[in-house]
């Protein structure tokens, strides 16, 4: 009983000690001072900066096991990057990324004009996490110019409770402002997220295990599998427990006609909720093209093994109808408890689906 204070205050002595291995050198409070923290394991990102226009962060490379922290708000100045360039890119084996109390703005609205990755100004999109693995919590994306979240080339990831609002200024305009595309990955976990944009809430082109639980998504085109293009395989995806609200579509698989050697199988969507949807509440379709659908389904890319279960809410007034599927090859879908209330008979509109 005596010696119980020693061995107490030596453990307050080992805790206290702790956060003084973080070098000072870790701390990045502007855009010029990132670059020297990528060795070290505890990195945090202090806003409030701006990101000069054309600068771009990396953080590639890290060591494994890194923890990000991201606070505040990081500004990245209207610049004249094309999408073929990212913002931000994330990569590193077991990387933890904390931004519960961190936003990345990407000036969104000195973009936006209506065509998004199609043509007119210079677009650059935002988050790319290439051959990450780990997770990512809490983070704040706003007004991404294009495409909002690439994860490309990533096995085992978990994002967490992220928020996505490209609702900024001259929202209309957005365009192609994706929250989740999904590449090339596997295990990936996207749960807990917000996202009011206006192109698809996910779109998974290709990968194996692949969650999308419990996510909100406002203003957009839906949940999307594809679009599918030759080569593009997806096999397993599991999609359960999202609420979908004024969107185009709530659950969509998009495959272009003639997509060699692509294909989809094993999907799941179950428990969705959706309202106020102005296209398709589940559209499954193999003459998707970027223009808008041909009409003309085909096969080259088969979808299999697609499992609906318990899809159910309302379309808006005035909207296209609840279900269409149009396919050339597909195989075994299973579809049970689906409801959903129809708009007011078409309204005049062509039930000839949209592209992006
Ligand atoms: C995500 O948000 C939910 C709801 O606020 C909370 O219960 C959960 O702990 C959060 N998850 C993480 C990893 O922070
Ligand atoms: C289907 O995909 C899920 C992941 O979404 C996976 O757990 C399951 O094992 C797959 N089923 C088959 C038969 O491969
Ligand atoms: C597939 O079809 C699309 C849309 O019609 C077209 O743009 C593309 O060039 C075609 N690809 C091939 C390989 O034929």
């Known amino acids: 009983m005596k010696f119980l204070p020693i061995i107490t205050a030596f ?39 701006t ?18 922290k991201i606070a505040g708000t990081i500004t990245f100045a209207k610049g ?42 210079d677009k650059p999109k935002f988050v790319r996490l290439s051959k ?68 698809d809430c996910l779109a998974v082109n290709s990968g194996t295990n692949i969650a999308f639980n419990g996510n909100y998504c406002e203003g957009g085109h839906g949940i999307s599998i594809g679009s599918i293009k030759a080569g593009s395989v997806v096999d397993g995806v599991s999609i359960k427990g999202n609420t979908v609200v004024n ?33 398709y509440g589940i559209i499954i379709q193999q003459d998707y093209t970027n223009d808008g659908a041909t009409g003309k389904p085909g096969g080259a890319a088969p979808i299999t093994n697609v499992n609906l279960y318990n899809v159910h809410g309302s379309m808006a007034k005035k909207s296209r109808q609840s279900v269409y599927i149009l396919c050339a090859k597909c195989s075994n879908f299973n579809f049970q408890k689906i409801a959903i209330t129809e708009g007011a008979a078409a309204n005049g509109i062509s039930p000839k689906p949209m592209g992006c």
């Open 247 to 279: 969107s185009a579509n709530a659950v969509r698989i998009k495959a272009y006609a003639n997509a060699t050697g692509g294909k989809v199988n094993n999907v799941t969507y179950s428990d969705i909720t959706m309202s106020g949807i102005t296209g």
């Open 51 to 68: 990101v000069p226009a054309n600068k771009k962060i990396d953080l590639t490379g890290l060591k494994t096991g890194t923890t990000i």
């Open 132 to 199: 990450m693995s780990g997770s990512i919590t809490g983070l704040t994306v706003i007004d991404s110019p294009v495409h909002t979240f690439a994860v490309n080339g990533c096995h085992g990831l978990t994002l967490t409770n992220i928020t996505i609002d490209n609702r900024g200024p001259k929202y209309a305009l957005g365009h192609n402002t994706d929250a989740f595309d999904v590449g090339s990955s596997s295990d990936i976990t996207i749960t807990g997220a917000k996202v009011y944009n206006n192109d």
């Open 11 to 49: 453990a307050a002595t080992a805790i206290m000690a702790a956060p003084t291995k973080e070098r000072a050198g870790c701390v990045a409070r502007s855009y010029d001072q990132i670059s020297g923290t990528k060795d070290c394991t505890a990195i945090i990102i202090q806003g409030p900066f």
């Open 80 to 121: 004249t990057l094309d999408k073929n360039n990212d913002l931000v890119t994330i990569g590193g084996t077991n990387i933890k990324v904390d931004g519960t109390s961190g936003t990345f703005d990407g000036s969104g609205p000195l973009y936006w004009d209506g065509k998004g990755g199609n043509g007119g100004v």
